[in-house]
């Protein structure tokens, strides 16, 4: 996927009907999306406590929003942070490059732990039916950052 060569993704393709190939490394995510946990805990009177993961355990300084940005914090050394307030209706995380809104299913719940899904470094790490359309004898890679046309008889996956 590298011009240069320098980040080598190994994994498989398949060509879809009609104009399109999809690509999938052998190494995935092992948090694809994000998830949550929620329960009321009768010991936190008027107090919201949410916890955040990633794969690696607890994550330190996330900045954490609630109810459409109505309250923020930064988490502490074991993930957590807590709120004054009843109700949750959503949750929205930063942390680097990667933000997140999650909706809260029952507002009534005051202790939430989310993990989050699997952060990308700035170099691609793994691709997961990664689409590639095929037209007039040229791949064209629709990514987030360009538009980028090469010919057909240069591609390569490994």
């Known amino acids: 996927m590298d011009v240069g060569g320098g980040n080598v993704i190994k994994g498989t393709w398949n060509y879809v009907p009609r104009d399109t190939i ?18 009321t805990n009768p010991e936190l009177k008027d107090k919201i406590r949410i916890r955040i993961m990633d794969k690696d355990g ?13 309250q923020w914090k930064t988490t502490d050394s ?16 930063h942390f680097l490059f ?13 202790e939430i732990e989310i ?19 095929l037209k007039h004898k040229k791949l064209i890679f629709d990514s987030k950052y360009s538009l980028k046309k090469t010919s057909i008889n240069k591609k390569q996956w490994e």
């Open 22 to 39: 999809v690509l999938n490394s052998f190494n995935q995510p092992k948090n694809p999306k994000t998830t949550y946990i929620a329960k």
């Open 115 to 133: 993990l989050i899904k699997d952060m990308e470094s700035g170099s691609v790490d793994f691709l997961t039916d990664y689409k590639i359309l």
């Open 58 to 70: 607890p994550m330190e300084t996330v900045s954490i929003q609630i109810n459409n940005g109505e």
């Open 78 to 93: 074991n993930g957590i942070v807590e709120f004054n307030r009843q109700l949750l209706h959503n949750i929205e995380y």
């Open 98 to 110: 990667q933000n997140e809104k999650i909706q809260i299913e029952d507002q009534n719940n005051n």
